[in-house]
């Protein structure tokens, strides 16, 4: 591949992920109003906000901290986009593999976790720090999944992963091989997307919003284009672990948005749970799902 | 005089040479326009009719109207009714903190002109004597359908560019501060710098500053860093940012 091509790569995947993950947040809401028989909100709604809020008059900042946090939250999702192959684009997934995928996705909650730190907000704090407790419960069978995916194909290389899935057909898909792990990795999806029952550092009515509360014009638009890249970062990871990737852009877009689907349609049947609630069960229910399977795999 | 003229003239200036700021321009303000974060401060009975103006028989979000909870992520103030003297500094305090284009919207008629509260020693009467209010909307209280014309009234006006109360909030400071001394006392303050923000803004004019803003300059307070107080084994530990 030459250095023209990869450069092009690496410049579109991100801007791929933007646009999808536009319209992925337009379908988070459209989902989220047709299940209140509500009409929703327009096509290019996630895009006024996002335009409206970077063209804000007041830009507060708190300090350098705050600037470099919401910059680390954005820079470390478009990292990841660089990492998860597209249909007819790698960018350097191949070199860069599952663990590393893994490490670049948690900087975004780091960086937040700094910038909201700066910002002496008390509802802030209690939201990151809630924030940071959900990614130790998240995490612990997000990793046991992806250890166990990787075990399987005998490989942590993502472009590897997906060519085996694909040259097996619908029967060699990751989801009906190991169907326990792609349980337990819904439930690692729902925890990581931050969705009820999962969302109790955000939740506006108690500590308004949690790490957004001093979070105004281009930082809160920001934290918009990350929730853009958080959606198609968890949705491509998990097609690509479980449903075979994409043969062509329509089958992954397909899947992709089925997948992301899924924790918003999820969502509106609960209310919230307790951090402790939420660790208790992320550590029992989908870890033990996620040995099980690991055994299965192992066997 | 001249010194403070100087930067206006500059700044206009840039904004001509750059040949696509007319469609830039025009392109935030339809995106304002159509994405309206909204604080409702519900003061009074006038809260009812929101609930069903935002949720599914009349769902504000189609046009782009979402609350938030936050004043620093939001755009509109919605004041909906009466507003007690004691509430009206909270209300000024929000305000404040609002990010820029912000825009007020004072429903009922206890904001336009006291209501059934215009005997009552304690309320504010007109609302828009202490802050820029952008639109009203009368009613007792207004129904839903009102709620929602009014909301499509404001979409028109911003993006024409006619809803500029935040500007005329920095361009008649005095006037509004002045008011609100009236109400409050001669030593009502706030922590935000509105006479900063407006020479920010280039929006500073004559009547930024005069008599009142004076007033407020004498009798004004440094403002002190949050003290926290712990109980460690019955003695009170004092802890704070200015004495460490």
Known sequence: ?299 | MKEIDIPIETSAAKRRTNPLARVFDELVRFCRSRSMFMLHYCTGCGAIELPPAMTSRFDMERLGIQPMVTPRQADILLITGYVSIKTLKRVILTYEQMGSPKYVIGICSCTVNGGMYWQSYATAKQLDQYLPVDLYIAGCMPRPEAVLEGMRKLMDRIRSGEADGWEDYYRRYDWYLGNQQHLFGDDWQTPADVIGEASHYDLAGPGTEGEHTRLLQQCQKPLEPQQTFFQIGGSLEKKGESHE
């Not at chain 1, 349609?265 to 609630?277: C, I």
């Open chain 1, 1 to 299: 591949m030459s250095i023209q091509i990869l450069l092009m790569e690496l410049v579109l995947m991100p801007l791929v992920a933007f646009v999808v993950g536009l319209f992925m947040v337009l379908m988070l809401r459209r989902i989220g109003a047709k299940l209140q028989r509500r009409v929703g909100p327009p096509m290019m709604q996630p895009l006024y906000d996002i335009v409206k809020l970077y063209g804000k008059k007041t830009q507060i900042s708190h300090g350098w901290m705050h600037d470099i946090g919401i910059i680390m939250a954005v820079g470390g999702y478009v990292a990841a986009e660089t990492l998860l192959p597209v249909p007819g684009m790698d960018g350097i997934a191949d070199k860069g593999g599952l663990v590393t995928l893994v490490y670049v996705m948690m900087i975004p909650s780091l960086g937040l976790a700094l910038g909201v730190g700066q910002c002496a907000n008390p509802n802030g704090s209690i939201g990151i720090a809630r924030a940071l407790t959900a990614m130790l419960a998240y995490d612990v069978p997000f990793v046991i999944v992806v250890f166990g995916v990787a075990w399987y194909f005998g490989t942590t290389n993502l472009v590897d992963i997906i060519a085996i899935q694909q040259a097996g057909g619908v029967s060699g898909w990751g989801a009906i091989a190991m169907p326990l792990l792609a349980i337990a990795g819904l439930f690692a999806l729902q925890g990581m997307l931050g969705k009820q029952p999962f969302e109790i550092y955000i939740a506006p009515a108690e500590i308004a919003t949690g790490p957004m509360v001093e979070m105004s014009g281009k930082y809160l638009g920001g934290l918009f284009v990350m929730q853009c890249f958080q959606l198609y970062t968890a949705g491509v990871l998990y097609v690509s672990l479980f449903l075979g990737g994409g043969e062509n852009w329509l089958f992954f877009l397909i899947k992709v948005f089925a997948v992301v689907a899924i924790p918003m349609t999820v969502a509106f049947l609960f209310p919230r749970y307790k951090t402790e609630q939420m660790i208790r069960l992320m550590w029992k229910w989908p870890v033990m799902i996620g040995l099980l399977g690991l055994a299965f795999v192992m066997h």
